[in-house]
């Protein structure tokens, strides 16, 4: 039987502490496993920076406010997520009450803003950078500005993954990237038409093409070609060229990942497979709790039966929602059903093929 292929469903995610965000168009939900085992669901709508403009449309631009908002709101569901393991007993700083003071019902929001934005600069100065401070130290044994290019990005690309690497082995990362596990699982139970059961979600894949690990590296890579091409001879001129390309790095890494997601063409499958297997860092296999987590968290802001029968042309009804030995049957009988479609298909193209003929001959 022939493999069945993806198909963009449109929602996307991001692993929380102990749990789950998904997002589908304007609205997201962020599931939490409580300390006491229950699972918190809170739904809101998330609106960018530049919702109602159209340069949030416009190719090679939108990346760069889709990058802006994903760490906005990435930072926002971490913080609602930390909430249900803070310390009870952790007493109000009088730089926490100063705060609240001056910013009153708005000092979430701005502690939010704060972070992001000191997280994003210390990003510039650790893959952006530091490489080109590194790299600068062989300026006097290296003459060859080309070599010296190929050279920085190399560094700047083992900053990447050696960061990856040396985080991941944390215990408290080491959990967060088994959820991002689950939310990938999840997603491609979805893309490849199964019924969203725990038992299906944890057969499907913890690698996904449009993952936030597989765009960062494609802004590695971007930035070793545009850094190559585009150069000038004053060393801070250097530093703030690096600076103001990201930007348009950032605008093409998102071309890339958004056409990734949305096609199985065998060049597109080349370029996402170093972002692939980068992904085996930041992904780990994870528990049934944690899947029931990321399930809770789509159900909250995506219909996926309805995309099963709208995108695969099939019902879900209550019998293949048991997760146990009769799932086996119940994905038969699903392809079954496809096969039944694609056959009635047919037969309509050739009925109608007949009488299109009919009408030709008359």
């Not at 449109?10 to 409580?34: D, H, P, S, T, W």
């Not at 499958?269 to 029931?292: C, F, H, N, Y």
Request: proline share 2%.
């Amino acid at each position: 039987m022939k493999r069945k292929q993806s198909r963009y469903s449109g929602i996307g995610g991001q692993a929380v502490l102990e749990g789950i965000m998904m997002k589908n168009k304007e609205q997201y939900a962020v599931a939490v496993r409580k300390p006491d085992g229950e699972i918190e669901v809170d739904v809101d709508t998330y609106h960018g920076i530049l919702h109602e403009s159209k340069l949030v449309k416009i190719p090679f631009i939108r990346g760069i406010f889709n990058f802006i908002d994903s760490l906005a709101l990435g930072m926002k569901s971490l913080n609602f997520s930390a909430a249900f393991y803070e310390d009870d007993e952790a007493k109000e700083t009088m730089a926490d009450k100063a705060f609240n003071k001056i910013f009153k019902d708005k000092a979430e929001k701005v502690f939010t803003g704060i972070v992001t934005v000191f997280s994003l600069v210390l990003a510039i100065a650790i893959f952006m950078v530091l490489p080109y401070y590194l790299t600068s130290l062989f300026h006097d044994y290296i003459r060859n500005t080309s070599l010296m290019a190929i050279i920085e990005g190399a560094v700047r690309i083992f900053i990447f993954v050696m960061y990856v690497l040396c985080i991941s082995l944390m215990k408290d990362i080491r959990r967060v990237y088994m959820y991002h596990g689950a939310e990938h699982k999840c997603i491609n139970c979805i893309e490849k038409g199964r019924p969203l059961t725990v038992r299906n979600v944890m057969r499907s894949s913890k690698q996904h093409k449009r993952c936030g690990t597989s765009f960062l590296l494609f802004v590695m890579l971007v930035s070793v070609v545009l850094f190559f091409f585009i150069r000038v001879e004053n060393p801070v001129y250097k530093v703030l060229l690096r600076i103001a390309l990201i930007p348009v790095i950032a605008g093409i890494s998102y071309e890339i990942i958004r056409l990734a997601g949305r096609s199985e063409n065998i060049v597109v499958r080349v370029i996402s497979a170093p972002g692939m297997w980068l992904q085996r860092l930041t992904t780990k296999e994870p528990t049934e709790d944690m899947v029931e987590v990321a399930i809770a968290a789509v159900e909250a802001v995506f219909d996926w039966k309805a995309y099963l029968y709208e995108t695969f042309g099939y019902e879900i009804d209550d019998s293949w929602l048991v997760d146990g030995d009769g799932q086996d049957e119940d994905e038969e009988a699903m392809t079954g059903n496809e096969e039944e479609a694609v056959t009635e298909s047919k037969e309509e193209e050739v009925t109608t093929g007949s009488k299109e003929e009919a009408a030709i001959d008359n």
